[in-house]
C-alpha cells in the first residue's frame, strides 16, 4: 500500500510564501512523476507544477515564475515553493505520484489527501 501525505498548507496573506511537502510511503519500487494538482471551489483541478525523477519541470501557466517544484528522490518526496502568492491560489493543493510497485510492469497514478492553502487578507 502507498501513501502521500501533504503538508505545509494553511492561511497566508496577498503576495506571502508557503512551501508544501509532500512524502510518499509504503511499497514503492520506482516513482516517475511527482507533482502537485490543486482544485478551488466549484472549479475543474488544475495542473501546478509535476517533475520527472530526473529533474524535468512542467508548470501550469498560472503559476510560471512564482512557483518552485523541487524533489528529494532518495527521500520519495517532493516539494513546492510559493511565493508572490494571490487569492486566485487559494485552493486545495494535491501531491501526485506516478510510480510502480514492486512486482508491478505498471506505473499508476496515487493521490494525497490534499492540503488547504488559502490567501487572504
Known amino acids: 500500500q502507498v501513501h502521500l501525505v501533504e503538508s505545509g498548507g494553511g492561511l497566508v496573506q496577498p503576495g506571502g510564501s508557503l512551501r508544501l511537502s509532500c512524502a510518499a510511503s509504503g511499497r514503492i519500487a520506482s516513482i516517475n512523476t511527482m507533482g502537485w494538482y490543486r482544485q478551488a471551489p466549484g472549479k475543474q483541478r488544475d495542473l501546478v507544477a509535476t517533475?520527472?525523477?530526473?529533474?524535468?519541470?512542467n508548470y501550469g501557466d498560472s503559476v510560471k515564475g512564482r512557483f518552485t517544484i523541487s524533489r528529494d528522490n532518495a527521500e520519495n518526496s517532493a516539494f513546492l515553493q510559493m511565493n508572490s502568492l494571490k487569492p486566485e491560489d487559494t485552493a486545495i493543493y494535491y501531491c501526485t505520484a506516478d510510480l510502480r510497485t514492486p512486482g508491478s510492469i505498471w506505473n499508476t497514478a496515487y493521490w494525497g489527501q490534499g492540503t488547504q492553502v488559502t490567501v487572504s487578507s
Open positions: 517533475m520527472t525523477s530526473e529533474g524535468r519541470a
